[in-house]
């Protein structure tokens, strides 16, 4: 007898029809003899209906009171997934935010999950009930509604399952796990069994959004094994564990891409010391994220160099003015941009204990003709920016060339 | 400076546009100088909405998933009341049931509030802020949402004002006060002024739905002068409070009609002792109300009676069965029905000193050749039982022989 908790998201959750395939397998899996935890999102759609009536009323809600709207969404599916589970046959009971209880601080619409009260689902399971626990939710220590943000449920889950000491946390999704690369763009892409917690940061932060990546960091944290699969059919999935020989074997576990990306070039930089540290340190304070950095020698003189960085797309709107007015004060001659790039990753444990992993993909990237503009490292990751044309050819070359093409 | 409560239903909360109406007015109540408590139903059209949505999951659903399903109307509108204070440039904080908190038993969709906790309402207050309650929701002793059922936000309203010791409860709705009778049929209708506790709860009971009935037993209970009044303009409405003399001195205060009624006649019941308790107490004990109770004594015998009671139309379908079986077992020779009914009333405070009320009422309805079907009367309060097709006739006459055509 196992103790499972069950993640459905919105698509799974989508309609009354649906609500009952997730009552009757959450049934099936309590008749198969364990104890069940289902966790829901809000019904695919019904956030969105819920932020633009609270923008209806102002273009910037309040902060507070938009938590205590967009809670609605899981409270309504969680009761439904209850009802439903009686409706099946069963018993259930369906647990809010501030019933089971899960404490967050107060960062409304991004709270941080603090402490985690099993005593009531635990109550709900001794009676044979399962409980059924609204995602993306909790209070604060005022009482007040808070909400995970977007993708949040995934963190409650991986959090109950920690709290509660679940033996496995399924995450169920519209799609059948986690694949070597997008399929939609590398037909030889194939569904991975077995997965690290940090191959799956590294890939779920490189563009492969298939699990909340805070949920991933918990999940390791706590060491709780995480079951990514459909809802659609009884097919395993990818399983989501702590590194094991078997999986350090593995050179490349996947191709990411991410094409959310801006170069950023700062032309002809006085070469000072402190300059670089000035000028980051400054982005940082705008709440910025920076990506890759590179900082070349100027050709134009030895006192001058260039830096060259990315940072998201979405960001360089808001980010533009401000990067040239310090450029300016830093004495650069002049700020360019680049919107037309894209970053491919490969990552995998293999790569601590493989030397030429990074030589290989250069020269596989080269072999196509296609230019590398920045390149960033790290233990289990190489990634490269390109132009963004070459993005499908880049990512079929490297997953064929690391991974295979079967 | 006072405490006041100002509730607002589907209607005046039914839209953004209105919803910023009911900022601005409970802005300008605090602006004025006084404390402001806000209660909110849900907004028009969505605690229907939700209904439907579960009950396309389950005929009837779980009685406390439903509870939290209903509950998210008012918790939206709560919070979007709260975000319109802001856009208007206020403070308000949305507070609901479990965090005000609103203790009520365990009876789901028709829960009764056991007590409430004024402090969050008060510590939201001193800072200066409107606090914004959820109705028709609360929490019972294990945690569990409850909601008061139908029109439970006026209850809300009207407990919470008790609670907290206010000076005024104002329940803002779509019609501008409590009328002497139905404006619709009646054209001399007036609005009341004021009118007791225990002539709005006759007057309630009896079809004039302004305000839930339960609401007004709890104002009477603890003294609480409620304001009837619009939502569109700032007319003054009608006042509910305690008797005095001024009150006393009208004889009627308003005629009111109940369309809901349905005759039943059963014939020929053998007239031993503790027969008719028999029949009334097994109906009762199906949970059925019965209104009107006549016993006549038959024509064609002694030993027989005639026995003759009114019930709710809406019950009738799944009474009639049962009744016949009641009736074979009592020895009845027959049931007969009459839906073709309506009960006209006459209420006031002054009846306790006047002679001779009803007995103009009978002579009123005979001078128009409406027959009477039966006649019950109360302290306050004069009904009769006429043929639904007399309905519009008998008020006007009674709204006029007795109030006034002016």
């Known amino acids: ?24 397998r959450a049934l099936a899996t309590q008749k198969a003899g364990n104890d069940v935890v289902v966790i829901v999102s809000a019904m695919s759609g019904e956030t969105n209906r819920l932020l633009a009536l609270a923008q209806e009323m102002a273009k910037i809600p309040d902060a507070r009171e ?8 899981e409270q309504v599916s969680a009761a439904l997934t209850a009802m439903a589970i009686h409706v099946e046959g069963g018993e259930a009971r369906s647990l809010l935010g501030h019933q089971v209880k899960i404490l967050t601080d107060g960062a409304f619409s991004k709270a941080r999950i603090k402490t985690i009260q099993g005593t009531k689902i635990f109550d709900t399971l001794k009676k044979g009930r399962i409980a059924v626990v609204a995602g993306f939710q909790g209070v604060d220590e005022n009482g007040d509604i808070t909400t995970l943000g977007r993708g949040g449920s995934d963190t409650t889950a991986v959090a109950v399952a920690a709290a509660i000491g679940a033996n496995a946390c ?11 690369t ?9 569904k991975i069994p077995r997965i690290s917690y940090e191959e799956m940061l590294e890939l779920a932060s490189l563009g492969a959004k298939v699990l909340q990546i805070r949920s991933v960091e918990i999940a390791m944290k706590y060491g709780v094994p995480v079951h990514v699969r459909t809802s659609f ?19 490349v576990a996947g191709v990411a891409y991410e094409k959310n990306e801006a170069r950023v070039h700062v032309v002809n930089v006085p070469d ?40 998201a797309k979405t960001d360089l709107a808001r980010a533009k003015n401000f990067i040239e007015e310090v450029a300016k004060r830093l004495g650069a001659s002049g700020v360019r941009y680049d919107e037309d790039v894209v970053k491919v990753s490969i ?9 030429g ?7 596989l990237l080269a072999n196509e003709g296609i230019n590398i503009q920045a390149i960033s490292t790290s233990e289990i990751k190489v990634s490269c920016l390109i132009h963004a044309k070459y993005t499908e050819l880049a990512v079929r070359t490297l997953h064929d060339g690391f991974i295979g093409n079967k």
């Open 182 to 190: 997008d399929p939609n763009i590398c037909p030889s892409a194939k």
């Open 170 to 180: 399924e995450i169920y999704t519209d799609v059948d796990g986690v694949y070597t």
């Open 347 to 355: 990552v995998g444990l293999g790569m601590r204990s493989h030397a």
């Open 1 to 24: 007898m196992a103790l499972v908790v069950q993640k459905f998201g919105g698509t799974s959750v989508g309609s009354i029809e649906r609500i009952r395939n997730v009552a009757r």
């Open 66 to 73: 938009m938590d205590v709207v967009a809670a609605t969404g």
């Open 272 to 311: 000072k010391p402190g300059i670089v540290a000035e000028l980051f340190g400054d982005i940082a304070d705008k709440n910025i994220s920076v990506d890759m950095i590179i900082q070349n020698v100027s050709r134009e003189g030895q006192d001058r160099a260039n830096v060259t960085f990315t940072l």
């Open 357 to 363: 992993i990074a030589a290989k993909m250069f020269r």
């Open 233 to 251: 059919s009884d097919a395993e999935g990818t399983w989501v564990t702590g590194e094991d020989k078997a999986l350090e074997d593995v050179v």
